[in-house]
Every structure is written in C-alpha cells, then in structure tokens.
C-alpha cells in the first residue's frame, strides 16, 4: 500500500447499539370529579323579607331571608313560639289557608315566586310531612302511597306499582309492608305511618320536602328510622326540617337556620353553628340554657 492510499483510509468507527424503542407512556387518569362544596350547590329557595302573621295580631315572622340550597338538609331550629312551624308552612302556601292569616315577602323556586302560584301546582313540587302521621284513613298502604300519583291523572297501572316500591324503598319501609300492600295504613305503629307518609309525599316527586317536626311523637327507635329515611334521600331532593332536637338537627343536617322570637338570628352550615357559632344566642340556645 503507497503512502497515498494509507493517507485516504479511514479509520472504522464501531458503530453505537442504537436503544430499544421506549414503551409507550400510558396517559395519566383523569382526576375524579371534585365534589361540589355544600356552599357551592345551586340555590333551589331563595326567602327574602319573610313577613307572616294573622290580621289584628302580632307579626309571627319578621323579615326573614334565607337561601335552601339544593339536594341538601337544612334544619330550622328555636324555642317554641319562635316562628318555625309558621315559617316552613309558608314555603308551600299552607301558612295562608288559615283564617286570617297572611304571608308577604319573596319565596323564590326556580325563578318564580311562590306566593304567585297556583298552591295546589305548588305543592306537587314542595311537598310537606307534619308533626303527627296522617295516612289516609280509608285507603291500604299502596293507595296511600298511590293517592297524590292518581289525583294528578297518573292512570299507568305499572307505573304506579313501581313508583309506589321505589317510594317504600326511599322511606325505608318497603321491607316491613312489601307482603301487605292491601292492609290499612292507619294498621301499621305510630312510626311506620309517618314514614308511610315521607313514601307518599315523595311520589309524586317533589322538588323540596319540609318535614315539620316529624320525630316529634315518635320514640327514638322510630325516629331513628326516619333519620335513616332522611339519609336514603337527601343526595335526591332538598329537604328542610324543623326540630326541637338539636342532635337530630346535627346528626341529619348541612344548614341550619337559629329562630327567635320571628327572627332569623343566625343562618349557616351546621358544623360551623354547633362548633363556634357567631351569636351569642346562638350559643345560649344550643348549650341548653334557654330554650
């Protein structure tokens, strides 16, 4: 080899093992929906200047002004005589049916005021359960349940059996009544005709539930079922309770609103209220030393 070709070879470079190709990198899970903050849920009601009272008598209410927020419990609490009672059954116009009695202010559901609707129209969206149970005295636990379906023009036989089952279910009581559906409802303890009753108010599938007192005449294995009851439906429609148990209010409840002498003294989430409420009445109230 001349001098000439040594100069023109090149020397061979090993050649770099080019790297396996990288596994593909699995796309990151979604993050789970947050869960919408109790105070962040869509307001449902919404009362401002809540005036009631009877005519030639004193104001029972006196300027009122809450928010409901939906698919939440909120429980309106106060010494009796404070307005409570009044102030739930003028979210559904039944505070006006009385003699004498009147209502004033804004109630606000869906955009619309209540006070400028047809009650009976109403009350297919807010439904009521009172302090003492009222089962239809003549009808069987299924026709109490169906009754609210048939008055509004349901005439669909399986729809009404399944209507009738799934508002059993939420009122737990459909365990207890499922192999008597024909017996009186005014046959069944004092307990499982109210939640005979929370069945029949949910029928008809009502926007808002006010519950007035409902433990009120029960014992505390009844009550306890209805609490259950409140628990098996509160993530489906907004309900509002009034009650003198302040456990209850804790254990069952988001929201709740403090009354006094027809006032709203103090309104906001339940936890905050019990542990570090912002009025002194407030306080006074909850730790028993008046009321």
């Known amino acids: ?18 790297p396996p190709a990288a596994a593909p990198v699995a796309a990151p899970a979604p993050a789970p929906a947050a ?12 009362v401002r200047g809540l005036r009631a009272g009877y005519a030639g008598g004193a104001s029972v209410l006196k300027g009122v002004s809450l928010d409901v927020r939906e698919k939440t419990v909120t429980a309106i609490i106060g010494p009796s005589g404070c307005g409570k ?5 003028c979210l559904n116009r039944l505070h006006e049916a009385l003699p004498g009695a009147y209502c004033e202010g804004d ?20 439904g009521m359960v009172f302090q003492r149970p009222n089962p239809f005295p003549t009808m069987s636990i299924f026709e109490n349940v169906a009754a609210g379906l048939t008055l509004n023009g349901e005439r669909d036989a399986m729809k009404i059996a399944e209507r009738v089952e799934t508002s059993l279910r939420r009122a737990a009581l459909w365990d207890e009544v499922k192999d008597k559906l024909k017996s009186p ?3 069944l303890s ?13 029928a008809v599938e009502p926007r808002i539930l006010l519950m007035d007192e409902p433990c009120s005449a029960l014992d505390p294995i009844a009550a306890a079922r209805i609490e259950e009851a409140l628990v098996e439906i ?5 309900v509002v309770i009034v009650t003198h148990n302040m456990q209850q209010a804790a254990r069952v409840s988001e929201y709740t609103a403090f009354m006094l002498m027809g006032e709203l003294v103090e309104f906001g989430e339940t936890q905050q209220m ?7 009445r407030t306080e006074d109230y909850i730790t028993g030393r008046f009321g």
């Open 35 to 46: 869960k919408v903050r109790k105070d962040e849920r869509a307001v449902v009601m919404s």
């Open 274 to 280: 019990f542990t570090k409420p912002s009025d002194k």
């Open 1 to 18: 080899m001349n001098p000439n070709q040594l100069m023109e070879t090149k020397p061979t470079v090993p050649s770099t093992p080019v």
């Open 185 to 187: 409802g005014v046959g």
């Open 234 to 238: 509160k993530d489906e429609l907004t």
């Open 85 to 89: 009672s009044t102030m739930i059954r």
């Open 190 to 202: 004092g307990g499982q005709q109210q939640r005979l009753c929370i069945a029949r108010a949910l």
């Open 107 to 126: 109630i606000h559901l869906g955009g619309r005021n209540v006070l400028g609707i047809d009650p009976v129209l109403l009350r297919r969206e807010v």
